[in-house]
């Protein structure tokens, strides 16, 4: 960083590129066309299952499990940015009828289709991201292997939001191999990029692994305001039912009316039965009678949505915990994952927001959405260096087949110039 800064100040010239790179928005639908929807994930790693970490803001007094995992160590110079507006807090009100919607979920199916490589169509939504135009509009100059075109990387990996401390890391490593003179040529030090990028992503790369034991497998989805959560429940509901795999959807997010509407909408559109109890309702007793009809019909899968909320707002975090233990009364293994949805558009402030609800609610997984289109892309380093919760999914757009299982090589190299041929 030290030097990053120093040789800024002494060259004087701006080391961006974005006047050589790629320019535009995508076109979506051209895009869709082009390329193949994903059919399901390989499944091969464990998801920890830590739990609630503070107490309930609610009524719920028992049932309450053990202390979590304790959140990895974490850096504290991330600033705290409101993100959206304060919700009403949620007393223990009368909860109004519960309401399923459509039928019976579909039979269950044995065979499930193959698992999806999920590259195709990585680079064309990812490539006006920051990192992609950054590193891309740099090596396309054909630059001379030198102390400059570290600078230069340096100040892409920065402005892409991969943070200071593991973009200052990874390009001083770089520059030492340099000096001892391991690269022939620019080229040979682009791959090594791709080596070093690819070792930050490798530990959490870790897809979700639906354990069919667990009937039903229960994911509770969390986040603030906005960050594509209901909308990230849809595509998982159509993911896991091409895999064959029978549904129900909660209605947490009792606080937007137009988010029950929304997954409401979702589940008569794709038969899939959603339990709503309407808007301002008791989350945690969306979540209680989701669980209990669930178990009753022995679905494979439940997703628990819950309303956006401020990582600042104390009350409305502890509510995570209750809805939390709640779904414990009905089976303490209950949620099997917490999965925590963060905007790729986000930058820096996606650390203090998964600070805040991995102390609240033990987060287990996570999906990076909105990184197609203006995402730097930058925060999925800085995320994966400083909690190492794994990343499950990440949004490469608006349709249901837009969420991919998370790939090291297919993000990095759909960020870095395609003529590493490795894409
Ligand atoms: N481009 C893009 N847009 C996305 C992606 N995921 C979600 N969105 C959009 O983000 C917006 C917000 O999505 P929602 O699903 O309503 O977000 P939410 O987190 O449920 O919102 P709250 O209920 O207010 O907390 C919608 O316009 C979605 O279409 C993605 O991967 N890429």
Do not use: C
Request: hydrophobic share 45%; net charge neutral; proline share 7%.
């Amino acid at each position: 960083m030290v030097s990053f800064f120093r040789r800024k100040k002494d060259k004087g010239a701006a080391a961006g590129t974005d006047g050589e790179t790629r320019k535009g928005g995508l076109d979506i639908e051209a895009l869709a066309a082009a390329f193949p929807k994903a059919p399901g994930a390989p499944e091969s790693s464990n998801a920890a299952t830590p739990d609630a970490a503070i107490p309930a803001a609610g009524t719920v007094a028992d049932g309450d499990k053990p202390a979590p995992e304790a959140a990895p160590p974490i850096a504290s110079d991330v600033p705290a940015h409101p993100v959206a507006p304060a919700l009403p807090a949620q007393g223990a009100m009368q909860a109004p009828a519960l309401s399923i919607d459509v039928a019976a979920p579909p039979p269950r199916v044995q065979e499930k289709p193959a698992a999806a490589p999920g590259k195709p169509g990585w680079r064309e939504r990812l490539r006006g991201s920051g990192i992609a135009r950054g590193l891309g509009g740099l090596f396309s100059r054909n630059p001379k292997l030198d102390d400059d075109l570290l600078d230069e990387i340096e100040t892409a990996l920065i402005t892409a939001d991969v943070g200071v401390t593991a973009t200052t890391q990874l390009v001083e490593h770089l520059r030492k191999r340099m000096k001892a003179r391991e690269f022939s040529d620019a080229r040979a030090l682009l791959v090594a990029l791709r080596a070093e990028l690819v070792a930050l992503l490798q530990p959490v790369a870790r897809p979700l692994v639906i354990d069919d034991r667990a009937r039903p497998f229960v994911i509770l989805t969390v986040g603030v305001n906005g960050v594509g959560k209901t909308t990230t429940i849809g595509k998982l509901a159509r993911r896991y039912k091409d895999e064959g795999r029978s549904l129900m959807l909660a209605a947490g997010d009792t606080f937007r009316a137009a988010a029950v509407a929304q997954l409401q909408a979702w589940g008569e559109r794709n038969g899939v039965p959603v339990i709503a109890q309407g808007q301002n309702a008791d989350a945690a007793s969306v979540a209680f009678d989701a669980l209990q009809a669930a178990k009753a019909r022995g679905v494979d899968v439940l997703i628990a949505d819950t309303a956006g909320r401020l990582h600042t707002q104390q009350g409305l975090m502890a509510e995570l915990g209750k809805i939390k233990r709640v779904l414990g009364k009905l089976d303490p293994a209950a949620p099997h994952e917490v999965l925590m949805v963060i905007d790729g558009t986000t930058g820096q402030n996606a650390l203090s927001q998964l600070r805040q609800f991995h102390a609240a609610a033990g987060v287990t997984g996570l999906v990076v959405t909105k990184l197609d289109g203006s995402a730097k892309g930058g925060v999925v380093f800085a995320l994966a260096r400083e909690f190492g919760i794994p990343i499950r999914y990440a949004g490469i757009g608006e349709r249901p087949e837009d969420l991919r299982v998370f790939d090291a090589e297919a993000f990095v190299d759909a960020l870095l110039p395609g003529e590493l041929g490795s894409a």
